[in-house]
T-cell receptor, first 113, second 113 residues
Framework: DTEVTQTPKHLVMGMTNKKSLKCEQH?????MYWYKQKAKKPPELMFV???????INESVPSRFSPECPNSSLLNLHLHALQPEDSALYLC????????????FGSGTRLTVV | DQQVKQNSPSLSVQEGRISILNCDYT??????FLWYKKYPAEGPTFLIS?????DKNEDGRFTVFLNKSAKHLSLHIVPSQPGDSAVYFC????????????FGPGTSLSVIP
């Protein structure tokens, strides 16, 4: 298995909703990442997990809450989002911290209404 | 403040000819550079990388050239094929934090049959 699987592929949520994005990989990778990509912009790093511990938080608002329950799973919990948070949310993994050539998932297209 | 720049938002090339995608960076601490390819509705796919100790890396039809003094790298695709039509992201990482891969804004390549 050489894939990063993200669910759901599309999500529409209201500003008062709570939802979660899920990411799964079975490649034995020990680093996992959340990126956010707005239209016609590059992916922007949000969080890095290494060995299931949060190692980087790029000053992301607290309405985004990451969680790494085990080495294969990465969640992003969403609460009280704003319309400007609408974007493509990409999960990626790599063998270890500092190992480039990430494997990206297909992303979750999030729309906040 | 864009640390990784791709000044051509789009490029069109005839099938069989060479595609040259350019990238400039401003941070002299970057020492590892990557190219990713992205099709619509998919996550980015790692293509090729180069370390700052090299000036060229080749993988099949893809070659990346690095000019450290000019803070410039380029991706050459020879020969170009219609399946190469995608958005290409240049990315960089550095000694201070290998986890933080910074992406450029992307160049949309169209290979015309």
């Amino acid at each position: 298995d050489t894939e990063v699987t993200q669910t759901p592929k599309h999500l529409v949520m209201g500003m008062t909703n709570k939802k979660s994005l899920k990411c799964e990989q079975h490649m034995g990778h020990r680093a996992m990442y959340w990126y956010k990509q707005k239209a016609k912009k590059p992916p922007e790093l949000m969080f890095v997990y290494s060995y299931e511990k949060l190692s980087i938080n790029e000053s992301v608002p607290s309405r985004f809450s990451p969680e790494c329950p085990n080495s294969s799973l990465l969640n992003l919990h969403l609460h009280a989002l704003q319309p400007e948070d609408s974007a493509l949310y990409l999960c990626a993994s790599s063998q270890d911290r500092g190992a480039w050539g990430y494997t990206f998932g297909s992303g979750t297209r999030l729309t906040v209404v | 403040d864009q640390q990784v720049k791709q000044n051509s938002p789009s490029l069109s090339v005839q099938e069989g000819r060479i595609s040259i995608l350019n990238c400039d960076y401003t941070n002299s601490m970057f020492d590892y550079f990557l190219w990713y390819k992205k099709y619509p509705a998919e996550g980015p796919t790692f293509l090729i990388s180069i370390s700052s100790i090299k000036d060229k890396n080749e993988d099949g039809r893809f070659t990346v050239f690095l000019n450290k003094s000019a803070k410039h790298l380029s991706l050459h695709i020879v020969p170009s094929q219609p399946g190469d039509s995608a958005v290409y992201f240049c990315a960089a990482s550095g000694q201070t934090s290998y986890d933080k891969v910074i992406f450029g804004p992307g160049t949309s390549l169209s290979v015309i049959p």
